[in-house]
T-cell receptor, first 118, second 114 residues
Framework: GAVVSQHPSWVICKSGTSVKIECRSL??????MFWYRQFPKQSLMLMAT?????????EQGVEKDKFLINHASLTLSTLTVTSAHPEDSSFYIC??????????????FGPGTRLTVL | AQSVTQLGSHVSVSEGALVLLRCNYS??????LFWYVQYPNQGLQLLLK??????LVKGINGFEAEFKKSETSFHLTKPSAHMSDAAEYFC????????????FGAGTRLAVHP
């Protein structure tokens, strides 16, 4: 149980284009999902908290117009990197908090999406 | 503010040896503590967590961790390392009470040698 999927697992795009990454909780409902960015050999950096049916909450320094987040259902959140540039190349990981385990703050992580912007 | 410190960015052990990965936290309220493992180019997998109750927590793959409030520590151990344990390990903390963000440590890369 507690499986989170991400699609695509890797994507290569040209500079200036937009890329959408999907995060799905497969066997549980998640009112809250999180988007992280991870640079090589570093820890995870929280970008934003995605709440079902409401606007995402972005961490300081994260451009909300650059990284659009939509949490349309209890099992799906999407991250769209708009007008991507090479500096946006990174490993993006989502996590989902099981609504049934909200009291323990347990997050389950997706496998990540490797974005390369040429 | 909460924080997590993982002592040792790299730990190397021989196969069959004890694994000890150190984690100290700072929190003004009772914490919830987690250990995650990350294999190359993959997401994070939950190894174990402490919320309340028994301070010695057993997780998957033979790992366990002990919450020591007096030492503000949550060190991860495994009696006998296996080659497949080689990975990056992250300790994380959040406040008790739900709906809080995870604060991650910098991570410890575990290497296991034959």
């Amino acid at each position: 149980g507690a499986v989170v999927s991400q699609h695509p697992s890797w994507v290569i795009c040209k500079s200036g284009t937009s890329v959408k990454i999907e995060c799905r909780s497969l066997d549980f409902q998640a009112t809250t999902m999180f988007w992280y960015r991870q640079f090589p050999k570093q820890s995870l950096m929280l970008m934003a908290t995605s709440n079902e049916g409401s606007k995402a909450t972005y961490e300081q320094g994260v451009e909300k117009d650059k990284f659009l987040i939509n949490h349309a259902s209890l099992t799906l959140s999407t991250l769209t990197v708009t007008s991507a540039h090479p500096e946006d190349s990174s490993f993006y990981i989502c996590s989902a908090r099981d609504v049934g385990q909200w009291a323990t703050d347990t997050q389950y992580f997706g496998p990540g999406t490797r974005l390369t912007v040429l | 503010a909460q924080s997590v410190t993982q002592l040792g960015s790299h730990v190397s052990v021989s196969e069959g040896a004890l694994v000890l990965l150190r984690c100290n936290y700072s929190s003004s309220v009772p914490p919830y503590l987690f250990w995650y493992v990350q294999y190359p180019n993959q997401g994070l997998q939950l190894l174990l967590k402490y919320t309340t109750g028994a301070t010695l927590v057993k997780g998957i793959n033979g790992f366990e961790a002990e919450f020591k409030k007096s030492e503000t520590s949550f060190h991860l151990t495994k009696p006998s390392a296996h080659m497949s344990d080689a990975a990056e390990y992250f300790c994380a903390v959040t406040n008790s009470g739900g709906y809080n963000k995870l604060i991650f440590g910098a991570g410890t890369r575990l290497a296991v040698h034959p």
